[in-house]
């Protein structure tokens, strides 16, 4: 007899504890619609800066000097761009105009559906850099340009198209030695 009372006690801790859970589950759900687990929304990301990116004449300058280096038979730079942002577009306009300037070959394609990560990164084709890779790679450095750099994406993007079919990357050309991709500004 001393059983039955027991069992309703229980079952009413049980319900109150499955309620609260309930209700936090619901708080959590709602936080994370606003923007970011319990914390603010207006401080859940970190604001991507919209402000254009330019040169300075000493940094141009100092990339056109770098540019103007390349004794290697092939002077060219391919760059990728989400041509649907403002920001990223007008920045590789003005890299294209210094590249040109320099006596460079200039290719930019669309980002193709891609979304860039903010920045500028250069995907090298295979191991080893081309001398005209690394000769942008250091203009784009000498200029203040913080670059990320990577080498064998041809052989990475042959292994993520393999074993991920719904992989998406920025595709080389056969004769495409690297590739310099230009996202939203960082700063």
Do not use: C, H
């Not at 001393?2 to 319900?15: F, G, K, N, S």
């Not at 000097?65 to 990728?80: A, D, I, M, N």
Request: aromatic fraction near 10%; charged fraction near 25%.
């Amino acid at each position: 007899m001393t059983q039955r009372p027991i069992v309703p006690l229980v079952l009413a801790v049980a319900l109150f504890g499955a309620i609260i859970y309930i209700m936090r589950l619901n708080a959590e759900v709602t936080n994370l619609r606003q923007g970011a687990g319990g914390r603010p929304a207006e401080t859940a990301r970190q604001p991507i800066s919209s402000a254009a990116r330019t040169f300075t004449d000493e940094q141009r300058q100092s990339m056109l000097s770098v540019l103007r280096t390349e004794e290697g038979p092939v002077r060219k730079v391919w760059f990728v761009v989400d041509q649907a942002k403002a920001e990223p577009s007008a920045f590789v306009k003005s890299l294209e105009q210094v590249f040109r300037e320099a006596g460079w070959e200039v290719e930019t394609k669309p980002a193709g559906g891609l979304t860039f990560k903010p920045g500028v990164s250069l995907l090298v084709a295979e191991e080893e850099w081309p001398s005209y890779a690394s000769t942008a790679y250091d203009a784009l450095q000498k200029a203040g340009i913080d670059v990320k750099a990577a080498r064998g994406y041809r052989s990475y993007y042959e292994e993520q198209k393999r074993e991920k079919p719904g992989w998406q990357g920025p595709q080389l050309g056969a004769d495409q030695a690297y590739v310099v991709i230009v996202g939203p500004n960082p700063g």
